[in-house]
């Protein structure tokens, strides 16, 4: 029986949009907890919304807030029926809480993707950046959108239904998506409902280092050094990674308990460094009395659906889409 790889096997255009990604994001990161905006907004290929459909699905921006460029950019499948009505997916990017945006050409992809493949109605925020904008600042953003959308669900097209709504997110927007979620239930909404959370890879941590952190030390697009760099930047100053919004599970975290938390879908990577926390989070969902399931990908790295080339990324949707499929029914 062979053995399993100790690194994953990547195609070529994989490694080499990874080692560009890398290289920027490295470039930007200062010593001094500051980032070279200039420097990797000049590589950061941004789109503009487009309302004739491409590939299926166009799109438009919607301002929130224009003191704090709070936007979203919804995407809508053009091929739906009018009468149809379709949920609405509350996105949230990754990036480390540092980088990129819904216009971020990676991100515009996943929105088009998300929206034609499912079919969907994708709202993806566009919150503040750190170190500029530390916590909690990316969590009022995203609650405020989900609220803005509970008063004013005229701006989404009329096949959006928000009572079928799920909030969804890579990386740290899984983080953000599950603190979210959590003042969501906190505070009640009027049209809003949210009957699921998608969580991809979700961005957690501790002062402790997890056997995957220790055993994977040169992992691509995130190591355990790079993810302490993005939560220095981002806590309060003074805190640690024991913070309650890094270890959601550990001694300081949030009990939910005694919340209407939404059913969760979480996925892991088997070359994420992170992956130790992602099963925590899941297992502690569980123990909270939550409905959770958790689903994976043992050769996949942290961000590998957003490769169009990998096939595991295909598998990821039609998992997400039967989860949805499934979330929509009970509410029927």
Sequence with gaps: ?????????????????IYFLSTISSASRRSDGTINRRLFDFFDSKLPPNPKPVNGVSSSDVVVDPTRNLWFRVFTPSSSDADAKLPVIVFFHGGGFSFLSPASAAYDGVGRLFSRSFP?????????????????????????????????????????DVSKCFLAGDSAGANLAHHVAVRVCQQKLQVVNVIGL????????????????????????????????????????????????TNVSGPNGV??????????????????????????????????????????????????????????????????????????SIVE
């Design 198 to 245: 998608i969580s991809i890879q979700p961005f957690f941590g501790g002062e402790e280092r997890t056997e995957s952190e220790i055993r994977i030390k040169e992992a691509p697009i995130v190591t355990p050094e790079i993810a302490d760099w993005h939560w220095k930047v981002f806590l309060p100053e003074g805190s640690n990674r024991d913070h309650e919004v």
């Design 120 to 160: 969907a109605v994708i709202v993806s925020v566009n919150y503040r950046l750190t170190p500029e904008h530390r916590y909690p600042s990316q969590y009022d953003d995203g609650f405020d959108v989900v609220k803005f959308l509970d008063e004013n669900g005229v701006v989404l097209p009329k096949i959006a």
């Design 255 to 328: 009990d939910i308990s005694g919340l209407n938390y939404p059913n969760t879908l979480v996925f892991t990577g088997g070359f994420d460094p992170l992956q130790d926390w992602q099963k925590r989070y899941y297992e502690w969902l569980r123990i909270c009395g939550k409905e959770a399931s958790l689903i994976e990908y043992p050769t996949m790295i942290h961000g590998f659906y957003i490769f169009p080339e990998l096939p595991e990324g295909a598998q990821l949707i039609s998992q997400v889409k039967d989860f949805i499929t499934r979330q929509v």
């Design 1 to 17: 029986m062979a053995s399993p790889p100790t690194k994953p096997l990547l195609p070529w255009k994989t490694r080499l949009a």
